[in-house]
């Protein structure tokens, strides 16, 4: 069963925020005990894309230590102004060329990896600053044109190239599912990524890191924990309704 999209209101207050992630942490634990999962495998990742410094500020004193930014120019001033927290930032969106250097100086984990050109830079920008830099590599399992990612077929290749890169530390495949109503189409996506992990963590373990899989979000997360998912990026769900007026 999906979950709300969106949080029942903007939270705002510790108490708001403490109230949000329980809700999140017992749906995951709903998720993951319906297939005899453990809990404990699976990382909640806050998506904090719009919201202010200062709401930042009162959710980590609620608990949250890590945030995910799909833009990185919102991510290195978020990450900058908050630097006194110690807080673990991931980069979670697309990410261009002429932005690479500032993902290499600050970022702790980069979730949408799919072009070599991008690996090569990263990687010499991150030797510059003596960094290594958590990777996932993004799959467009859905093969929807809008999303971007490699194409299955795509992957093991690519996961290949990437081990001449050092300072990229591999942690698994990321993903988004179809956009659609249907829970069957949806689990669909996260059943293809699984496979293609399971396929190359059989053949080719040295090649996938720790394994991990990225999917889910606020919309479809408890789906993606019930097909394997290891990490869930859940935003509105926590936060609220997204204030894109800015």
Known sequence: MSTPEYASSVATTEIEFRKALDAVY???AA???????????????????????????????A????????KVQEAESKAEAMSDLG????????LQSNKTRNVAEFAHEFQALDRIRIARRLDGQLKEFDRTLEVFVQVNA?????????????????????????????KGLMTMAFHSDDETV???????????????????????????????????????IEEGSTV???????????????
Request: a negative charge.
């Open 26 to 28: 017992e749906n995951i």
């Open 186 to 224: 949806i689990r669909e996506s996260f059943i293809m990524l699984r496979d293609i992990r399971d396929d190359i963590r059989e053949r080719r373990p040295e090649l996938i890191g720790d394994g991990e899989l990225s999917m889910g979000m606020s919309n479809d997360y408890m789906i993606a």
């Open 31 to 61: 998720a993951a005990e319906r297939v005899g999962r453990d809990p404990r495998e699976i990382r909640l990742l806050p998506v904090s894309k719009t919201v202010s410094e200062e709401r930042m500020r009162v959710a980590h004193a």
């Open 87 to 94: 807080a673990h930032w991931a980069v979670i969106g697309p």
């Open 63 to 70: 608990g949250m230590t890590a945030f995910g930014e799909n």
């Open 232 to 246: 869930v990026r859940v935003g509105s769900a926590i936060f609220g309704e997204r204030d894109y007026s800015n």
């Open 142 to 170: 859905s093969g929807e044109e809008t999303k971007s990612g490699l194409e299955p077929r795509q992957v093991e290749d690519f996961l290949e190239q990437l081990q001449e890169f050092e300072n990229l530390q591999v």
